[in-house]
């Protein structure tokens, strides 16, 4: 039976992504119920906005005046996330960056399995990194067809982004995680997200400026 489509706005995603991750990683294992009041306060938020939330899943988790049952939640959030299956990933960009996400390992817990990193530097294809050699960007589009690649990461400097981009593209990636300076705008209608640390730097920087001016404190929100 078809799944019917539901219509979730980009920020209760974000909203219900922490949410998921504050149960698996948040001390929340072991236990068989959650309240929106507790998860309310480890996010920062309302009550009533978790509710409103965890409303948005198809399937229902909660029982009134108990809570959450915690296991069920947490099977709802993963499978409207879409990560009830692990996806395959690659990594083009094998500096430093590219090399620490590679190893990272908590990636898996979330549905990720990074597979192989890709460069096109003659001086670091062939360089074992976590067990795996670095790969020539040019054997891509083999690989990705071979091992059902589902998404593409961009780590290389901002006047690279859009080739990889379009590389990936190319490879018959499903979507794009692009950690570059600049916007990459992917052809096919393959959706892409843009995650930039130095723009939470800057937003960080704002608040610091912002909160506190000659002993004055603003509200930035």
Known sequence: MQKSAIRISPFVVER??????FMQLGGQRGKEWISSDTIA?????TSST?????????????????GYDVKRLAAA?????????????????????????FLHEEFLEQGLRIAALFDNDPGLI??????????????????????????????????AAQHVADQLVAAGVKGILNLSTCDVRPTGGVPVVHSRLILDILNLSFKMKYNQVNGKTFAVT
Do not use: W
Request: glycine share 14%; with cysteine.
């Open 77 to 101: 959030l993963t499978d409207v996330l879409g990560i009830e299956t692990v996806k395959q990933a690659v990594i083009v960009g094998a500096g430093n960056f590219g090399k620490a996400l």
């Open 16 to 21: 219900l992504t922490r949410y998921l991750i």
């Open 126 to 159: 062939g360089i074992m990194v976590g067990g795996a050699r670095i790969r020539d960007v040019a054997e891509l589009d083999g690989y990705a067809e071979k091992n059902g690649v589902d998404i593409g990461i961009i780590a290389v400097p901002a006047e």
């Open 41 to 45: 306060k480890a996010m920062g938020l």
């Open 50 to 66: 978790v509710r409103q939330d965890i409303s948005h899943l198809p399937t229902p988790c909660g029982i009134s005046k108990k």
